[in-house]
């Protein structure tokens, strides 16, 4: 059972996400919130899965409560929703430790797989908007960079391993990187494992961040 609670400051917004996840065996909406504050507070007692998150509330936002609920080292995992394609708020949300994010308009199936993958420890992102959100990372992360600006982290990693976090921030999946450096896709998930435990990432969109900050993937890279 994957519990979930609901986060977004429109009560019928609430009681649509509601109504689908109580109709899908195996999903439990354990709560709602209608603020930030109430966010914190209630993932706080209820300790669910899943919190799915909107970014922008009166009051404290999406943001602030998913870095609150981030910082408290917990179980659950953040989704945030929003209804904008690019929204500026959606890479500071990632920064601030969600596990992806998804947009209101997407299909029932899309959603219900993306709380499935946050709630076991993967991470989601809007296909759409793979593409669009690594260009923002490349414009916000300042230019320059090698990779080899001594961060502890990095000199942890194996050079097979330094590979796979370089394909992560490119954001190829599991069965493509297999498929580049002739892998088993059982060995690269092990290999993956690693490279988050090592630079200490929650998840692959965490990976993501890492790389582009220190400079070890852009968009369009070979």
């Known amino acids: 059972m994957t519990t979930v609670l609901v986060v ?24 709602e919130a209608a603020h930030g504050t109430e966010a914190v507070r209630k993932t706080a007692e209820l300790r669910p899965d899943v919190v799915l998150m909107d970014v922008r509330m009166p009051g404290m936002d999406g943001i602030e409560a998913t870095r609150r609920i981030v910082a408290t080292g917990g179980r659950s995992r953040v989704l945030v929703l929003t209804t904008f394609d690019l929204d500026e708020y959606v890479h500071a949300a990632l920064r601030a430790g969600a596990s992806g994010f998804l947009l209101k308009d997407a299909r029932p199936e899309e959603l219900l797989a993306g709380i499935r993958a946050v709630a076991v420890g993967d991470a989601v992102i809007a296909p759409a908007l793979t593409r669009r959100l690594l260009h923002e990372f490349a414009r916000l992360v300042p230019p320059g960079g090698d990779g080899s ?22 954001g190829w999946t599991n069965s493509e990187i297999a498929a580049r450096f002739v892998l088993s896709e ?13 630079i200490g990432a929650r998840d692959r969109v965490q990976a993501v961040i890492f790389a582009y900050d220190h400079g070890l993937a852009r968009p369009h890279a070979p």
């Open 149 to 170: 600006d001594g961060d502890p982290r990095l000199g942890a990693l194996t050079d097979r391993e330094r590979e796979i976090l370089v394909a992560i921030g490119r």
């Open 186 to 198: 059982s060995t690269v998930k092990t290999h993956v494992g690693r490279v988050l435990s090592k």
């Open 8 to 31: 977004d400051d429109q009560p019928l917004q609430r009681y649509g996400f509601r109504m689908l996840l109580d109709s899908v065996p195996g999903t439990d909406v354990v709560g």
